[in-house]
């Protein structure tokens, strides 16, 4: 049986020690296991509560990271209970000396604090490939003891025949309620279809217009009516409009005061309650544009003047205090086809993103691009720290770098955004408030 059998393995884990799993987690992936991350797997604006339930339930392996942090979490705790409650295979991975809980000491499990990052990913994937390829076996016999205690002291937790044949039919059931669900699906399909193929043929005549064809956006200024150049008064002396070419396409943003951002810069919300809106609130000060989230799923979105398109640039942001519960996002391509969204998770990860629209909840696994961990990010648990976005995109070609990091360079084919705006985008979840601070954005093209 190979290690990438899809049997999901969720990983549990403090806060605290939440770069260490994303790294750990960006491993196991590339080592090709399905492994179940709530940084990585929860879709966009879901409830994290239930889909982390959602996961527990539909996991087969459960991995949790023991420091002092995780095993005093009472959200841990739930999660170990009942992962253990309902014969889960247990993997427990030990970052920091700590005591381990009971009910984890009889489980075979990793010991990080006696090796390298690299050796106990070795270990890692050893034992996870071992409880992938175990059908109904025990995983409860302990190789390396915990906190003094031998293995041959503690009672092995072995299987039922009863229990096994249980999980057995209940995969049955599952399996056959997904066929049936398939086949009544395939007949209201095929009725729907039916209806509209007859709807079409009697309507056509009557509703069918030509197809709308989108003019293209000037950028001249526009030319006098025939009114003005066939009066016989003499023209009065206008100001002469400035052409859109005029408008700065490569500068350093300075923040130099409310009034000019506002002018330069529009902001829009995604997935927006208009009551929550309000909970958006941002002030230029210090040379830097202060940005509050006060409430829960709150996406605001800054984009640059709309009449400067680019299909080649480079957005550079310095952006403090971000924190394990905060996003911020740069956007290129924007446009009425989508956009490219590069979002940098304040627990040191990133996600780079295609979205279709602003009234979309879509930007689930099958619209991500690339994804994974940070090296070298700097958090801000204790205090306020920098760190340097770079993102790049010429037509479809995207890259990425934080704090002088290649993350990514790839050439993006499945979805076409040859150019568009250039933004920024900062997001609240469930944890609030936020406060981020934006130093400075450079805009280059080259």
Known sequence: MSPAKPLQTFISYSRVNQQFAIRLACELKSAGFCVWMD???IPTGARWDEEIEKALKE????????????????NAKDEVGYAIDHGKHVLPVLLEPCEVPLRLR???????????????IESATKLLSKLVNETGTSVSETAEPVSGISAGNEPRTVPTVKGAAAHRIQLASRREGKFTSKLITAGIGLGIVGVLIVATIILRPLVFTPPYSPSPIPTTEPARSRIQTETAEPPTPTIPVMPTTAVLRSFTEDFY????????????FRHGDPKK??????????GNLIVDLTNEFVWGYFLYNPSVIFNNIELEVVVANLRSTDTFGLICQ????????????????FRARYVDTMDSSRDEDRYIIDYGYIPGFKDSYATPRENTIRAGCDKNNLTLFVNGSELMKHVQSRFVLEQGQIGIAIRSYENYPIHLIVESIKVNEP
């Open 39 to 41: 940084q990585f797997d």
């Open 59 to 74: 996991c087969q392996i459960f991995l949790f990271i023991m420091t002092p942090a995780s095993i005093t979490s009472q």
């Open 106 to 120: 009889r489980f075979q499990y990793v010991d990080f604090t006696r090796k390298s990052f690299k050796e106990g």
């Open 257 to 268: 005061s409310y009034e000019q951002w506002e002018m330069d810069w529009t902001l829009l």
């Open 277 to 286: 809106e309000s909970n958006f609130k941002y002030a230029i000060a210090d």
């Open 334 to 349: 924007f446009s009425d086809r989508g956009w490219y969204e590069f979002d940098i998770n304040g627990g040191g990860s």
